[in-house]
């Protein structure tokens, strides 16, 4: 049996473990800090530092590391031990303030795009307090902030502090507005859902394209797939049960509220969800529990993948973010309340993030942007790369009769009849789920679907948060001028509404008569990674960063030339890997096929010229012909990729050409392949099936 509630935060250096190790008036400050962001002093970092270092010790640590998430899209660690010479030849285990709060990890090897040369190497992490702290095989974990000699953030941390700054400032000074002047702080929630594939640890070793890249490069599709819808919510294989039983105990261990977890649509795909908490934290766990899926998957003979189209033909991963906002008195800013036609107050929110999500929908994908990603959105099995947003039956209605200025009855929640007397009568939510829409109203939070399962959600919440506290800030600037607040707040709320109409969409977000309508709409469709990215440095989104102060215009700028090389880069990877495959396996083994089957036609004929050999001659002659076309390709492809290197100085031009021309090379290289693998016998062919990694455990 385990005791979840004694297992809980056992590898965090939570609030429990500093009450009972912190001296008092060091822990008062220390909490000055986290709830009230006031600046903390060295005396009290000092403190800190020896009580962490204690705990951990107990821990099993030996080492410390500043814990931080460069623009490499993953965390990055370096472990320092806590070992100091006593000067008699032993040594004693030190840490103070000043290792605590600062560290120097040599930058020079992070994408910084361009803000500093190599010689100038320097980098700082700086502690983020309000993310504890936690041991973790032998090393205390210290969630860190990264940023270059010069002060420019190298990193997705510290932006999204600003940012949650930021909207913390302006929603109080809305909320002010509303008399609510104990309101002094208020935070952004986050709960992400996670998805991910889970296969044979035997089968990966032999994928190339799964080793070097994450997804598979090359596969004919299964006869079965997801066309069942069997997976979904289907009872749990014992393998795969007693992964899960050790990944929740993992994650309660480090103090991540795991939730919720089920089977999700594609075989062999699954999801985890862990009970909301506030953003910067959630980002923290989200990023640990994408490492501890991965290691507790070792533990089992399986491998976790996180990318976000593993298998071509059946459903990619995504993450959803559900996103909210709340005060320090405990009010969920998004919740409607019984009669919202009335709430002032939650309407007025409402307003700014449909004027935000409609303004900035260029930002929004940006922030879902990576090549991962590029497979899922558009395909009709995640939201389209179309930003709009669901806001459901009743809330719809509500905003229509704003927007028209009229009054609205409320429908209620309804109970619904189930037709059995033994069932409980159960109460309907006023609004059904639309699972196409990429921004969805879900009751008291926003769901942004768009996200890709491998991506870090700091980069789509730095986005939320920073938008919708520059909408806050306009209605704030407007309000606080006005004579009569009610009357000013409602005619703003409708004016808002009517504006940004065209954002709202409540049908189906799949279908091909949504994407002529938004093209109607002037809405964007930003369909892959290059494109998306051009935006980036659009006029208004300068301002918008610059003004808040979330980022300079150079990390804006290094921003986007990191993304778009990285972009570049992934995708010759990905090229180079397909080759190899193509030349040292696919081919050889195709051709041994051919040549079997022609060893078998000759000794056939050599026997009498009575039995048939139109089959061999019809496979040799099939399979000689394709290995020739998939030849061609693979020159092509190598062609391109070396006319690719001519356009290396120009970020935009590369990052396109990879996209429109070496992409599309591989497609084609592929379907080739594919078409092979199906006509050769399974064990010529050199890499395990779909069928049996979609299967197999
Ligand atoms: P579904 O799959 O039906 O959307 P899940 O239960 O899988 O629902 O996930 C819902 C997520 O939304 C959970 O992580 C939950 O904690 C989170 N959530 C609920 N309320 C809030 C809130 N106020 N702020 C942020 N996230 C929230
Ligand atoms: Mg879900």
Redesign the pocket.
């Known amino acids: 049996m385990i005791n979840v509630p004694e297992l809980f935060g056992q590898n965090v250096f939570n609030d429990d473990v500093m009450r009972d190790r912190l001296p008092k008036p060091i822990y008062k400050a220390l909490k000055k800090t986290i709830q009230d962001g006031a600046t903390l002093d060295e005396s009290v970092a000092n403190a800190v530092a020896h009580a962490m270092k204690e705990w951990a010790i107990e821990k099993g640590c030996t080492h410390y590391t500043h814990w931080f998430q460069p623009l490499t899209g993953v965390t990055a660690e370096k472990h320092d031990s806590f070992i100091t010479p006593d000067g008699d030849g032993k040594v004693i285990m030190t840490f103070s303030g000043k290792e605590l709060i600062k560290g120097e990890p040599d930058a020079s090897s992070f994408p910084n795009g361009g803000i500093r040369a190599t010689f100038e190497a320097r980098g700082y992490t700086a502690w983020d307090p309000t993310s504890p702290a936690f041991a973790k095989d032998g090393t205390l974990y210290i969630p860190t902030a990264f940023c270059s000699y010069t002060g420019e953030v190298l990193d997705k941390k510290t932006p999204l502090l600003r940012s949650m700054e930021r909207i913390s400032k302006e929603a109080v000074r809305i909320l002010h507005l509303f008399g609510k002047d104990d309101v002094t702080r208020v935070v ?6 996670q998805e991910y594939f889970l296969i044979d640890k035997e089968m990966y070793n032999a994928r190339p394209d799964l080793i070097y890249t994450g997804r598979t490069l090359f596969g004919a599709k299964a006869p079965k797939g997801q066309e069942l819808d069997d997976h979904y919510f289907g009872s749990i294989k014992t393998r795969i049960s007693r992964f899960m039983t050790e990944l929740d105990r993992e994650l309660w261990s480090y103090g991540i ?1 795991a ?2 977890k089920h089977n999700e649509v594609a075989p062999a795909q699954h ?1 985890v ?4 908490t506030t953003t910067n934290v ?1 980002v923290d766990n989200n990023e640990l529990l994408m490492e501890i899926l991965k290691k507790t998957a070792e533990k089992f003979g399986l491998v976790c993948l996180l990318h976000e189209k593993p298998f071509a033909g059946v459903n990619g991963s995504g993450k ?1 973010n ?3 906002i ?1 005060t320090n008195t405990g009010e ?1 800013l ?2 409607p309340g019984k009669n919202p036609a009335e709430n002032t107050q939650f309407l007025l929110f409402l307003a700014a993030i449909v004027k935000a999500v409609d303004e900035y929908q260029d930002l929004l994908r940006i922030s879902v942007a990576s090549a991962g990603n590029d497979h899922r959105l558009g395909a009709n099995e995640a939201p389209p790369a179309i930003i709009s947003m669901f806001l459901g039956d009743d809330l719809g209605a509500v905003v229509d009769s704003i927007e028209i200025g009229e009054e609205h009855e409320s429908q209620g929640k309804k109970n619904m009849d189930l037709g059995v007397d033994v069932l409980p009568t159960v109460r309907k939510d006023t609004t059904d ?1 639309n699972r196409t829409s990429p921004f969805a109203f ?1 009751g ?2 926003f ?1 942004f679907r768009m996200l890709g399962s491998a991506i870090n959600i700091a980069s789509a919440n730095i986005i939320l948060n920073t938008t919708v506290a520059e909408e806050l800030r306009q209605f704030a600037d407007e309000l606080e001028g006005a004579k009569n607040f009610e009357k000013s707040a409602k005619a703003l709320i409708a004016k808002t509404f009517k504006k940004h109409h065209r954002i709202i969409f409540n049908g189906d977000n799949y279908s091909d008569e949504w994407v002529a309508e938004a093209e109607k709409r002037g809405l964007l469709n930003l369909k892959n990674v290059p494109q998306a990215l051009k935006h980036y440095l659009d006029e208004k989104n300068v301002e918008l960063f610059t003004k808040s102060g979330v980022f300079t215009k150079e990390e804006l700028f290094a921003r986007y030339e990191v993304e778009l090389e990285n972009y570049a880069k992934l995708i010759n990877i990905e090229a180079l890997t397909m080759l190899d495959m193509a030349k040292k396996d696919i081919i050889p083994s195709v051709t041994d096929y051919v040549k079997q089957l022609t060893d078998t036609a000759l000794a056939k004929q050599a026997l009498s010229d009575d039995i048939p050999i139109t089959l061999e001659k019809q496979l040799i002659t099939d399979l000689s012909q394709k290995l020739v076309c998939f030849s061609d390709k693979v020159s092509e492809l190598e062609n391109d990729l070396i006319n690719a290197g001519e356009l290396i100085n120009d970020m935009q031009a590369y990052a396109d050409f990879y996209c429109n021309t070496v992409f599309a090379d591989m497609q084609a290289l592929r379907a080739i392949g594919d078409d092979m693998e199906t006509e050769t016998a399974s064990e010529y062919w050199p890499y395990p099936s779909y069928g049996e990694m979609l299967f197999g455990v």
């Open positions: 952004t929630t986050v709960g992400p859902e509220y939730k919720t999801e969800a862990p009970i909301f959630a959803h559900n996103w909210s709340s969920n998004l919740k789920r879900t008291n939070r769901e």
